[in-house]
C-alpha cells in the first residue's frame, strides 16, 4: 500500500513538473507584450590625445581611470624652448613697429637741418670753382697758366657742380620723406612678426594637454620624461556622454521600429532599467556581427541601429553587452 502511494506522488510530481516547463502542455502561453527585443553591445567611443608640437613630457596629472571634466589639464611638456621662441618673436615685432613708426613719421628736424648745411657747403665750393673758371680762362689761349692747371680748374667746377646737385636731390628726399611703397614693406614686416609671435603663442599654448570632453582616462601610454614627437598617443580618454548602445534589428522586423522610439536597456547582473532612444537606423542591410548574440541564425541579414541613453551612470561599461526592448514597436506583419 505505501509503494502504491509513493507511486502515485511520483506521477504527480513528475506531471506537475511537465506543466510547469511546458506552459501547461501549451494549453496556457504567456501573453505576448508585444515589445521587440533586440541585443547589442554598449559603444566603444575612445580619443588618441597626444601634443601638436614635440618635446619633452614634464608632467601628467592624471593615473588611468580617473574621470576627467572637458578642459582640464592632463599632462605639460617642457616649456623652455618655446619660451625663448616667444621673447625672440617679441623682439622682432617691437624692431618691426619701430622701422614702421620711423618711416611714418618721417626725417628729423635735426637730419632736414644737415642736409640743408650740407647743400649750403656744396654751394659755396661750387661759387669758388666759378670763379676760379671765369679768372683763368681768359689766360689759356695765351699761354698765361699752363694746360694742367686749366683742366684742373674745369675739373674742380664740374665736381663742385655734381656735389652741389647731389647735396640738392638728398635734402629732397628729406624733405619729402619715405616713400609710400617702403612705409607698406615695413607694415608688412610688422604683420608677418606678429604672426609668427602669435604662432610661438600658439605653439606655447600646445605644449598643454587639455581633456577635450567629459570622460575616463583608459590608457597612459607616455611617462614623465619621454621625448615625444606631435600627433603621438599620450592618453587615451572614454568618452562617457552620450552614451550609445549599438543594435541589430532582423530584416523582418524593420518595419515595426523608427527613429525616435523610445526604448529599455538592460544588462546582465544590473536591475536597473535604462530609458532610451533610437536615433538612427542604417540604411545598409549587413551580417550579424560575431559580438552580438541573437536568437536567429548569424547569416541572416540585419539592420544597425543607434540608440541613445537617455540616463546611463557607470552601471553601464563601453562594450558591454546588453539587451534592447521597444515597448511601442509596430506589430509583426503576418503575410
Do not use: C
Amino acid at each position: 500500500m505505501n509503494r502504491r502511494r509513493i507511486a502515485i506522488l511520483v506521477v504527480i510530481v513528475v506531471l506537475v513538473i511537465a506543466a510547469i516547463a511546458t506552459s501547461g502542455f501549451g494549453l496556457f502561453r504567456a501573453k505576448d507584450d508585444g515589445a521587440l527585443k533586440l541585443n547589442g553591445n554598449v559603444d566603444i567611443r575612445e580619443v588618441d590625445l597626444g601634443f601638436r608640437v614635440n618635446g619633452r613630457i614634464s608632467g601628467i596629472t592624471v593615473e588611468e581611470g580617473a574621470k576627467v571634466r572637458q578642459g582640464q589639464l592632463l599632462a605639460t611638456l617642457d616649456a623652455a624652448m618655446l619660451d625663448s621662441r616667444i621673447a625672440q618673436a617679441d623682439a622682432k615685432v617691437s624692431q618691426a613697429e619701430a622701422q614702421l613708426a620711423k618711416l611714418r613719421n618721417g626725417n628729423r628736424a635735426q637730419d632736414i637741418a644737415q642736409a640743408r648745411a650740407r647743400v649750403a657747403a656744396a654751394a659755396a665750393v661750387g661759387q669758388d670753382a666759378d670763379r676760379d673758371y671765369a679768372r683763368r680762362q681768359p689766360l689759356v689761349e695765351p699761354g698765361a697758366i699752363s694746360r694742367d692747371l686749366w683742366e684742373q680748374t674745369v675739373a674742380t667746377r664740374d665736381k663742385a657742380r655734381a656735389d652741389l646737385a647731389q647735396a640738392q636731390q638728398a635734402l629732397s628726399l628729406m624733405n619729402a620723406g619715405s616713400r609710400k611703397e617702403d612705409v607698406a614693406a615695413a607694415a608688412a614686416d610688422v604683420r608677418a612678426a606678429t604672426a609668427a609671435r602669435q604662432s610661438a603663442a600658439t605653439d606655447l599654448g600646445d605644449a598643454r594637454l587639455l581633456a577635450s570632453t567629459d570622460g575616463t582616462v583608459v590608457t597612459r601610454a607616455r611617462e614623465p620624461g619621454a621625448i615625444v614627437q606631435p600627433g603621438e598617443t599620450v592618453l587615451t580618454l572614454a568618452i562617457m556622454r552620450p552614451l550609445r548602445v549599438r543594435a541589430y534589428v532582423a530584416e523582418s522586423d524593420l518595419s515595426r521600429i523608427s527613429p525616435g522610439m523610445q526604448v529599455v536597456v538592460t544588462a546582465d547582473g544590473n536591475p536597473r532599467r535604462y530609458k532610451g532612444t533610437i536615433g538612427y537606423i542604417s540604411p545598409r542591410a549587413e551580417f550579424t556581427p560575431k559580438t552580438v548574440e541573437t536568437e536567429n541564425l548569424r547569416t541572416d541579414l540585419v539592420y544597425q541601429l543607434r540608440i541613445i541613453v537617455d540616463d546611463p551612470d557607470d552601471g553601464l561599461r563601453q562594450g558591454q553587452p546588453v539587451s534592447v526592448s521597444v515597448p511601442g514597436a509596430r506589430p509583426k506583419h503576418k503575410g
